[in-house]
């Protein structure tokens, strides 16, 4: 082998090396951010809050956020407590946030415009619009018993009011007239013969609609969905209208996700995270 050859080989060598530790460089981990309350104090240091309870001073607990320094923040402080609210950003590992960049102010999420129809009856509007079928059975009195009776059924699912018509403004009389309302229940199973049951009770507006999930099933998937959770649980209920769960986390992962939707249907458990990436 000559000397040309053998720099050449020496100089490729050189190149596959450089270039495999290029490749070896590990990248940094995930950054996540939130808007929330920070709170030192009744024996903790500086912790994230997702619920401060209304005392004076404040309290509440959550995870440890590392790195903090109140003497680079503006905050309040009042019995040996200090808080404020802040944009955070952070690396996250199961259990603690540990910040990458100073915080900041906080950043507002902005309200759900289609929230307002989130009540609406599923039901199409009858033919000559929503109105009693017996006036004599259309009172508040009737109206309560037909919902009780609906959530004796094992079948039950749902249930919640529609007002027909805009809602009083703060100088109108708030009123609780029955015929101003759609009742809507939901159940599994035969939907004809549960509205002719609900019929025995209640003459007003109603719409009965079918859902996947009894109520009794969703709460099982919802005590099945926090144990799974464990400590990174903030919050978990039974949403009746969407007739779904909702857990909130601190950061739920996609494993999670695709194991309650392969078991109980897609959408039917929704995982909400206080951590948001950041993008």
């Known amino acids: 082998m000559d000397r040309r050859t053998a720099a050449l080989g020496l100089a490729a060598a050189l190149i596959i090396t450089s270039c495999g530790a290029q490749a070896a460089v590990p990248e940094s981990p995930p950054r996540y951010e939130a808007s929330l309350t920070v709170l030192e104090g009744g024996g903790h240091g500086p912790q994230l809050c997702s619920m401060v309870a209304e005392s004076l001073p404040p309290q509440c607990g959550g995870p440890d956020v590392v790195g903090w320094d109140w003497s680079k923040v503006e905050h309040e402080s009042q019995g040996g407590v200090k808080w404020g609210e802040y944009r ?70 749902g249930a919640w ?43 007003g507006a109603l719409c009965v609609t079918g859902a996947r999930h009894s109520e009794a099933e969703l709460r099982a998937i919802q005590q099945e969905a926090e144990k799974a959770v464990g400590d990174g649980l903030v919050s978990a209920s039974t949403d009746e209208i969407g007739n779904r769960v909702t857990v909130t986390t601190w950061l739920a992962g996609d494993d999670l996700r695709r194991q309650f939707d392969q078991k109980h249907g897609a959408g039917v458990v929704v995982f909400d995270s206080m951590l948001k990436p950041v993008r």
């Not at 009856?121 to 508040?140: F, H, K, L, N, Q």
């Not at 805009?166 to 035969?190: C, H, I, M």
């Open 161 to 203: 009011l529609d007002r027909l018509g805009p809602e009083p403004g703060p100088e109108q009389e708030q009123t609780s007239d029955a015929r101003k309302y759609v009742v809507n229940l939901r159940f599994t199973g035969d939907l004809q013969g549960r509205e002719k049951w609900i019929r025995e009770v209640w003459g």
């Open 88 to 157: 955070v950003v952070g690396t996250w590992d199961g259990a603690r946030l540990t910040l990458t960049e100073p915080p900041g102010k906080p950043v507002r999420g902005q309200e759900d415009p289609g929230g307002a129809d989130r009540f609406a009856s599923p039901c199409p509007e009858p033919a000559g619009g929503w109105r009693p079928v017996d006036p004599a059975r259309t009172t508040e009195r009737t109206m309560k018993e037909a919902i009780e009776r609906a959530r004796s059924a094992k079948e039950f699912a």
